[in-house]
Structures are given as C-alpha cells and as structure tokens.
C-alpha cells in the first residue's frame, strides 16, 4: 500500500502532490482530535452520586437540646433551570413525640483539589415540607433545624475522580452540563 501511494506521489503533478498531503494532514489531525475529545469527558448519574451520599448519612446533630437526624439524601437534577439541589429527610424525637419533614438545599458543587473531589457546598434551605409533626409545640425544633443544624454541615462529598475512568484529568472541569438523570464533566 505504502509503495503505491509513494508511486501516485512521486507520478503526480505538484497540485496533486500538496492535495493529497493536506488530505493526508487533515485525516490525521481530525483523528487525533476526534481522540481527544473522546477522552476529555466523563457522564457522572445521579445513581452513583446518590450511593455516595447514602455512605456519608445519616448525620446526627444537636443543639440546644434537639437532637436530629438527616437521612435519605440525594442529589436532584433539575434540567430546566440547570441547577443541581439536595434533598433529605430530617427526623427528631422527645418523649414519644415525632416531628419529621423534608429538605430541599440549593448550594454550589466546588471542586477539592487536596481531596479530587466534587463537594455539595454553601447549603442554604430552599424548601422546608412537614410531613409528620405531633410535638405539642414543634416551633422550637423548626427553629433549631432552620437555624442551627443545617448550617453545621460539613464537606458533603457529590463523588471524586477516583472513582471514575482513569483517563479523567484529577482537576476541577471545564464545563460541567446538566442534563435529565447526569451531569457531563468536560476537560479541555
């Protein structure tokens, strides 16, 4: 094959000499490029964020005598208005009153260098929904979660790049692309 293409090349007149060099130029420069970007993305579903979040809770805290738990965290993915939230369950009980509701947070998802992960941070409570309440007075509770409770938590990890392709760069992306169910990290 080789042989061939030198005969065509060494036969030819100039004009056809630089057109099959650029052509040649072209294929390969696209084919590396076509490789690269192969290799400078990573599709990352809210299943396996979710799992991640189920190691870290639940999460017990107090304070001023409430005690709470926050369980069945999990990450939503909101295409519409692009955004990514998390949603949990916080529980409290006192002699044999029940108190529970659940949680939605906006935040922002920054990037550890030290650790090479994607962190869940600058909570701020977006919606409060009671779902059972048969404390007498369930205000001072509301009170402490709204308060004091959510705003103690620390370094809620989304995923790290470990845990993904070995080929992903250990850096904050580029571009990060909400779509239903996934968020798409792109490395230039």
């Not at 992960?117 to 979660?145: G, N, R, W």
């Not at 938590?153 to 845990?163: P, S």
């Amino acid at each position: 094959m080789e042989k061939v293409v030198l005969n065509i090349l060494l036969g030819a007149k100039p004009v056809m000499k630089h057109l099959v060099l650029v052509l040649s130029l072209f294929i390969l420069s696209s084919s590396a490029a076509y490789s690269q970007v192969e290799k400078s993305f990573e599709i990352v579903k809210a299943k396996k964020i979710n799992r991640n979040l189920a190691l870290q809770f639940p999460i017990k805290k107090s304070f001023q005598g409430i005690q709470a738990t926050f369980s069945d965290a999990q990450i939503l993915i909101d295409t519409l208005d692009q955004s990514i939230k998390l949603q949990m369950l916080v529980s409290a009980n006192n002699n044999k009153q029940e108190f529970s509701a659940k949680l939605v947070f906006i935040g922002t998802m920054e990037f550890d260098q030290f650790l090479e992960s994607y962190l869940f941070e600058d909570l701020l409570l977006d919606s409060f929904i009671v779902e059972q309440d048969s404390y007498v007075d369930s205000q001072p509770t509301v009170k402490a979660i709204k308060q004091s409770l959510i705003n103690d938590f620390k370094d809620i990890e989304l995923f790290n790049l470990t845990e993904l392709n070995a080929f992903v760069p250990k850096r904050k992306a580029d571009k990060i692309e909400i779509s239903t169910g996934q968020l798409r990290f792109i490395w230039y």
